[in-house]
């Protein structure tokens, strides 16, 4: 466990210490990455993340959804209930801070998504491997949320490419990601 911490907070503080500017940058080469994705051009429905604290900027990702009628669903995290809810996302105009500081649509605001509408899950995380085990903040929603997707959902990590580690300790709880999508590359986790 001690070592996850270690590496938790070294990726973390790798990360902090990219400008504005370059994450911008970077989270732009993403998206053009993921438009050329066939997993993301064929879903429908696919949840995201709303970013936080330093992660790939997810809202040109929203705005990219939209423009082609695609479905959005965030994840709402129901602390009391150690879980992720996830809520169809219509309008920037409807979210609030919620739990950790993330924002999330307010209550009026939320329509519940059956996890098997969901087509493609964009999953953020503190860092990687090309195996796709993923070091998370340490609090397992993703974890025990994953499972509850149909098996051909593919499970898409957006990380930096100094998110990408050589080895990520894993449990027997941890579900590893399908693809890392970084700013240089699409790793498909299968191939390694």
Not at 33 to 47: D, E, G, I, N, W
Not at 76 to 102: A, C, H, M, N, Q
């Amino acid at each position: 466990m001690d070592d996850k911490k270690i590496l938790r907070k070294e990726i973390l503080n790798k990360r902090a210490a990219q400008s504005p500017e370059e994450i911008t940058a970077k989270s732009a080469k993403i998206l053009e990455l993921l438009k050329v994705f066939q997993p993301y051009q064929q879903a429908q429905t696919v949840m995201v993340y709303l970013d936080f604290r330093g992660e790939v900027k997810t809202l040109e990702i929203i705005r990219d959804l939209w423009a082609y009628g695609k479905k959005v669903v965030i994840p709402v995290t129901v602390l009391s209930e150690k879980k992720l809810l996830p809520v169809y996302f219509r309008d920037f105009g409807d979210l609030v801070e919620g739990t950790y500081g993330i924002l999330e649509p307010k209550e009026e605001a939320r329509t519940i998504a059956e996890p098997e509408v969901i087509d493609l899950v964009l999953v953020p995380g503190v860092a990687f491997d090309l195996k796709g085990n993923r070091l998370g903040y340490g609090a397992g929603f993703y974890d025990r949320f994953l499972p509850n997707l149909r098996p051909a959902v593919k499970k898409v990590a957006l990380a930096f490419e100094l998110q990408i580690v050589p080895k990520i300790p894993t449990g027997p709880h941890d579900i590893p990601m399908d693809y890392i999508i970084t700013e240089e590359r699409i790793i498909n986790c299968r191939l390694y």
